[in-house]
């Protein structure tokens, strides 16, 4: 399964025209607020040059690599909870998602509409942010609600009660759920809800090219904010983004360093999301196929099985293990176990980012 990036931002901040940078998919981006109806779905696949190296390597019959999925969704205004622009039923279909990506307007120009009087990019980010929270309050109120008509009949759930109207509270304060202060229990209880403000998030400062080599003061007040969340602030700009999608790559490598950006828009979006998710790669590698898995950091051999399928973790006895950099620098998997670097591991052992594996079985 692909991770999944959730866009949201206020109308005009350019999320549709950096969602169709991104994912080389068309969206509407037109100079006018709520031009965003229906959400836009993308699904990239990441540039990893290990699995570009492992197909050199074993000349397999496909390559797939790792995937990354980004959807876009209208702009939120103050006051969409209550019904304002066009309110806040759309945030459905972003609950699925991994993580946020929270679009925010740093560049200046006359030409393109804001829906504030004034740019401020700090206020900006709190309109959406207690917009979010609003609709998780809505969510958890609604699961009270249903909580108090089933303990009639199920009076095991009296325990769980108090939890939601914690995380009620918490909300209600004008709080996000990832400050909540919830042991892993209530984490799991309330995870039921796929609350909006309880995903990690990052902020992506939308700058104009010229901003890429100098942050502006609104890029300024992002980063000063963000830093006093312990939240990353990536610089992007749409602009120079649509027009890397046309290039080929030494062209694109050329501009990149010409305008000192370390990696495309998508690239540094991914690495950010690995990060934030702590994910790692590991990689199955055969003639038939070569293809890229992610899987939280942390992850036993069982479970990285599991990925693959479910019956692989259960009936798991053994894993062929070596890593990339191994297979890199000698050329070959024979080579690499005629240097001793291949092993088994059982089922304690904890996935190293890079590894290859091959996984014994019983179904």
């Given amino acids: 399964m692909s991770l999944e990036v959730g866009i949201v931002g206020l109308p005009n901040v350019g999320k549709s025209t950096l969602f169709s940078a991104l994912t080389k998919v068309k969206a509407e981006a037109e100079n006018y607020p709520f031009c965003t109806i229906e959400p836009n779905y993308g699904i990239v696949k990441l540039n990893d040059p290990r699995v570009t190296r492992l197909a050199e390597i074993i000349n397999p019959e496909r390559v797939v690599p790792a995937t990354l999925k980004v959807v876009d969704i209208a702009g939120l205004v103050k006051g969409a909870s209550k019904g304002e622009g066009l309110g806040n039923q759309f945030l459905s279909h972003i609950r699925e998602v991994d993580a946020i990506a929270h679009v925010v307007r740093c560049f200046e120009d006359t030409g393109v509409a804001h829906v504030e009087i004034n740019h401020d990019p700090v206020g900006d980010v709190l309109v959406?942010?207690?917009?979010?929270?609003?609709?998780?309050?809505?969510?958890?109120?609604?699961?009270?609600?249903?909580?108090?008509?089933?303990?009639?009949?199920?009076?095991?759930?009296?325990?769980?009660?108090?939890?939601?109207?914690?995380?009620?509270?918490?909300?209600?304060?004008?709080?996000?759920?990832?400050?909540?202060d919830l042991d892993t229990d209530e984490n799991e209880l309330i995870g039921e809800l796929n609350l909006l403000s309880m995903k990690p998030y990052i902020y992506i400062a939308n700058v104009s090219e010229d901003q890429?080599?100098?942050?502006?003061?609104?890029?300024?007040?992002?980063?000063?904010?963000?830093?006093?969340?312990?939240?990353?602030?990536?610089?992007?700009?749409?602009?120079?983004?649509?027009?890397?999608?046309?290039?080929?790559?030494?062209?694109?490598?050329?501009?990149?360093?010409?305008?000192?950006?370390?990696?495309?828009?998508?690239?540094?979006?991914?690495?950010?999301?690995?990060?934030?998710?702590?994910?790692?790669?590991?990689?199955?590698?055969?003639?038939?196929?070569?293809?890229?898995?992610?899987?939280?950091?942390?992850?036993?051999a069982p479970e990285a099985a599991g990925k693959i399928h479910t019956d692989f973790e259960k009936g798991f006895i053994r894993a062929e293990v070596f890593h990339f950099d191994d297979i890199d620098r000698l050329g070959s998997e024979s080579s690499v176990k005629e240097a001793g670097r291949w092993r088994l591991e059982g089922r304690d052992y904890v996935v190293k980012d890079g590894d290859i594996m091959h996984f014994r079985f019983n179904i």
């Fill in 128 to 180: 959406v942010q207690t917009e979010l929270i609003l609709s998780d309050l809505e969510q958890v109120e609604r699961k009270i609600d249903k909580l108090h008509k089933q303990i009639k009949g199920a009076r095991d759930l009296i325990a769980v009660l108090p939890v939601f109207e914690k995380i009620r509270d918490h909300l209600g304060e004008g709080n996000p759920a990832i400050s909540a």
């Fill in 212 to 300: 890429l080599r100098e942050a502006s003061d609104s890029e300024k007040q992002l980063r000063k904010f963000a830093f006093q969340e312990g939240v990353e602030v990536i610089p992007i700009c749409a602009k120079v983004e649509s027009e890397l999608i046309d290039m080929g790559e030494a062209e694109s490598d050329y501009f990149m360093e010409e305008l000192g950006i370390d990696g495309t828009g998508i690239d540094q979006l991914t690495h950010s999301g690995y990060r934030m998710l702590e994910q790692i790669t590991y990689f199955t590698a055969e003639k038939n196929e070569v293809r890229a898995w992610e899987i939280r950091k942390g992850a036993t």
